[in-house]
């Protein structure tokens, strides 16, 4: 089941707003502990985060850069400001989607559906495993030897390429290929720093050398 977290101070509109999700199968995670929303919401880790911008002791702006500096959990600003500068400021700051309040339900429903797909390719089956290396990726985390790391979505989608073609090289072209079936713009340099970044993850977890470039061919495991 997957997880949103209210950030809302309202306590009608918060209660409203997760009897909806619920009956949409989305389970509800809220909290009173306005002060101290970035560190709930990381030991959560919920699916996506639902996020206010009026809220006591730290506005909506601040929480969506702080939380974005740690995270990549998808974030829809919910507003009753109508402000353009609040819209761009929000999506400059890391936020996926800004709706304003009053909100269609319906609408609100289809954009929280459509970021979770875009996010987590709700299409996975399960785990992907290569020796002790696991990759779920449903929340784009990596597993290994009791270690965890998340991923972002290109780090994500690059290893689960490898990992379905284990033993196989992936040729950059192949790759770029894969990302660009989203809605990320990739080419040459970026894909470099994306393949780098996911070496040092795999790196800080433990698992030194498993990614592997095959010079003039590509990556494998």
Same mark, same amino acid.
């Given at each position: ?5 209210? &950030? ?5 509109? *918060?209660? !409203?707003? =997760?009897?909806?999700?619920? $009956?949409?199968? /989305?389970? &509800? ?8 929303? &970035? !560190? ?5 880790? @919920? ?14 702006? /601040? ?14 600003? &919910? ?20 709706? %304003?309040?009053? /909100?269609? %339900?319906?609408?609100?429903?289809? $954009? ?14 399960? @785990?992907?495993?290569? =020796? !002790? ?7 784009? %985390?990596?597993? /290994?030897? =009791? ?6 979505? +290109? ?11 284990? =033993? ?21 340099? #970026?894909? #470099?720093? +994306?393949?780098?970044?996911?070496? *040092? ?10 990614? $592997? %470039? *095959? ?7």
């Amino acid at each position: 089941m997957q997880s949103v977290l209210l &950030v809302e101070d309202d306590k009608i509109l *918060r209660r !409203e707003l =997760g009897t909806l999700l619920e $009956k949409h199968g /989305y389970s &509800v995670i809220t909290t009173d502990d306005f002060a101290h929303i &970035v !560190e709930f919401a990381l030991s959560r880790n @919920p699916h996506l985060i639902l996020l206010d911008l009026n809220l006591p002791f730290h506005d909506g702006h /601040y929480l969506c850069r702080e939380l974005r500096r740690q995270s990549k959990i998808p974030i829809i600003i &919910v507003t009753s400001s109508d402000s353009e500068m609040d819209e761009l400021m929000s999506l400059n700051l890391g936020a996926d989607q800004f709706v %304003t309040k009053p /909100y269609n %339900t319906r609408i609100l429903l289809a $954009k929280i559906s459509a970021l979770m797909s875009r996010a987590y390719d709700m299409g996975a089956s399960g @785990p992907l495993r290569f =020796g !002790e290396l696991a990759l779920d990726p449903g929340r784009g %985390t990596l597993f /290994y030897r =009791g270690n965890s790391a998340e991923l972002t979505r +290109n780090e994500l989608r690059i290893l689960r390429l490898l990992m379905e073609n284990q =033993g196989r090289i992936a040729s950059r072209d192949d790759i770029m290929n894969a990302l660009w079936q989203s809605d990320a713009f990739v080419d040459d340099n #970026t894909l #470099t720093v +994306n393949i780098n970044r996911l070496r *040092r993850k795999l790196d800080a977890l433990g698992a030194k050398d498993l990614l $592997k %470039t *095959r010079r003039g061919q590509g990556y494998s495991l």
